[in-house]
């Protein structure tokens, strides 16, 4: 039996073989291609075998010394050694008891009851400059043709390093970014019949010049630069109301997501040092007397507070799951940049919806600067994300209509959503979603029944039910299998 220290070990010699995999940066097709590729396998694969029938402590001193003796290898072989080793580690592990497999549960305990919060699996990154993740199953596709399931992912071909082959882990390269891995049960989904994934944006407010802004210089990347500082110049109780029945509709309206735009966030939506936020604990609570079932997942309004643009991701009940910064500011056309801190160390949150979805949150221009920024190497190469959700505070919407399918090449859906207060143009989109395996765009504004006024408005909220499982098809769009509406005080169109 592997016990905790046991199951961090074999995690850490994992960690040791993939750093081996990278020192060399092969694709796949160039391991199996080289010469005496398939002896190494035979080899390996045998060795592995026989070494894992042994007792835990003895199977991991020898795996140990495994890894002293490919370092040794010719060049050629080194890589593929360590390739094959890497590959059988991730197929003998498993998040369960299963026979002839290491559970993972005693570092990574997902329970059925709560979310769970795990870092880097192995705790040797720094040497090794490996981060390993969970990897989880996420949601299925149908073979049109065949009938048969197959599993959603990322573009097979677009990921990086050896991360495609790898089905219960995943991992980086440790460059002082850590990797925050909240695990949802898939039971915390309203839908238990596993139909629907829904996801319910709230724009908040119509209301303008809600943002102060103040000409200061920072120091950015180690250089003076010229930056505006952000503050909101309305209160808590400004929004409370709207905020509460925003949530509280788009629970009852079956939503196990719920997210807000940038910015319109104050220290009452704000779970830094906090292990709750209070104003949705009590509206848990008034639900629970309805018999509501709560959302899984809430995605709070931004809050920009002493340099730093965060939002707070927290369960049905308002218990904080996790915090995620905006580390890239945005740039206005006076040349100034948002006045962000700059964090030495970065921490991405991705939350993990067993046979789901994997979810990031990027924080409105943070999504549109993939090509300097590299999101789609971390998130979709490397982690293979699934969903992705963009809340923002933006008076121009066109560069997200441009971008809103900037990810569909990698298999990953993209939720947007923005204030109606922000935009300057009339004709707002107000936000929008690309469902990538469907081939469909579509923007809220098209459906808006407000005319982007919140006057008589109690709550407004725009709900996109994105399905579980889909039929995989090349060219036809499957309009049955998805639905967006705008509930306006409660009433659907």
Known sequence: MFYEDDVRLLVNIFAEFLSIVESDNLTEEQYTITPDFEVIDEKYGSLLDSLFMLEPNDFLYRLSGLVTEIKKLPIYERP???????????????????????????????????????????????????????KLKIHQTVDEITG??????????AFMGINSDLHNVSYTKWDGKRIKNVIVPESALKDKEGRFLKIAFAPMTSERNLIDKE??????????????????????????????????????????????????????????DKAQIDWVHEAARLLDEEEVDLPAITVLPSCWDDHSNSVTIVSGRGNVLGIQEKHVPYKNRDNRIEALRENVEKEITIIHIP?????????????????????????????????????????????????LSRYREYGVSVVWGNCCGAVREDNMGIG?????ELNIEEFFGDICRCSHSCKNVDSCIFMQSIARKLTLAKLLRHDDEHQLVHILNGQER
């Open 355 to 403: 046979n789901v979805h994997r979810m990031a949150v990027l924080i409105c221009s943070e999504y549109l600067m993939d090509n300097t920024d590299n999101w789609s190497d971390l998130l979709c190469r490397s982690l293979g994300i699934t969903l992705i959700l963009v809340p923002s505070f933006s008076p121009g919407e066109q560069a997200f209509y441009k971008s």
């Open 432 to 436: 929008g979603c690309c469902i990538a």
């Open 215 to 272: 000409n200061v210089e920072i120091v950015y990347k180690g250089r003076p630069a010229s930056a505006v500082n952000l503050k909101l110049n309305k209160d808590f109780s400004f929004f409370s109301k709207r905020l509460v029945a925003d949530w509280t509709w788009a629970a009852r309206k079956g939503a196990d997501i719920i997210f807000m735009p940038e910015m319109l966030g104050t220290l009452e939506s704000c779970g830094r």
């Open 148 to 157: 048969e399931p197959r599993s959603s992912m990322v573009n097979r071909s």
């Open 80 to 134: 593929c050694a360590a390739y094959v080793c890497s590959l059988w580690l991730d197929q003998h592990l498993s998040y369960q008891s299963e026979e002839d497999k290491v559970s993972l549960y005693p570092i990574c305990p997902i329970n059925q009851a709560k979310p769970v919060v795990v870092y880097s699996l192995n705790s040797n990154c720094e040497e090794t400059g490996i981060w390993i993740n969970p």
